[in-house]
């Protein structure tokens, strides 16, 4: 059971992304990374909780996410595939998404791409950060955060690892409380 359900709290909206040490998040609709280690702490963080991401992100992926409710903003009323919740609007996705961790007693896991982030950052409570210590050219950035606003929460180093492209840095971060 989360911290959420036991507070009795209503579920937040948590962003998680990995980016270059160039802010680069995306090439050709393509992560330009591989990190097995970081794919494993993406699922243990997401597993469990619905995650809602835009229709490309979801074709970049390519199938739904095992043990999650997956949840694809799309403005294309004949997209659809088998095991996805596809809404029209992002509105729309994130009520259907509350409505899921709710049950579940867990938070909202936004998992992409940079529309989507740029469109919440001012709605979410925590970032979940992977650095990516390389600078690849690509073609979609991170949305430009206002670090100020965010209080860093837990930090992990990882070399990389056999299967990985890069070291790379896991990084929590929770909205600073607005006075």
Known sequence: MSANSE????????????????DVIGADGKLPWHLRS????????????PVVMGRKTYLSIGRPLPGRTNVV??????FAAPGLLV??????ALSAARGDAL????????????E??????????????????????????????????????????????PHDDA?????SYRRIAQQ
């Open 167 to 171: 070291p790379f840095t896991v990084t």
């Open 87 to 92: 809404a029209p609007t992002l509105h729309t």
């Open 38 to 49: 970081d794919l494993r702490h993406f699922r243990a963080l997401t597993m469990g909780k």
């Open 7 to 22: 507070a009795n709290k209503p579920p937040q909206i948590v962003l998680v992304v990995a980016a270059a040490d160039n």
């Open 73 to 78: 903003v799309s403005r294309d009323p004949a």
């Open 116 to 161: 989507i982030f740029a469109q919440l950052l001012s709605a979410a409570a925590r970032l979940e950060l992977t650095r990516v210590h390389l600078r690849p050219q690509g073609d979609v950035l991170l949305p430009t955060i206002e670090w100020s606003q965010w209080q860093e929460t837990a930090r992990r180093d990882l070399p990389q690892g």
């Open 103 to 114: 049950r579940r007693g867990s938070d909202i896991m936004v998992i992409g791409g940079a």
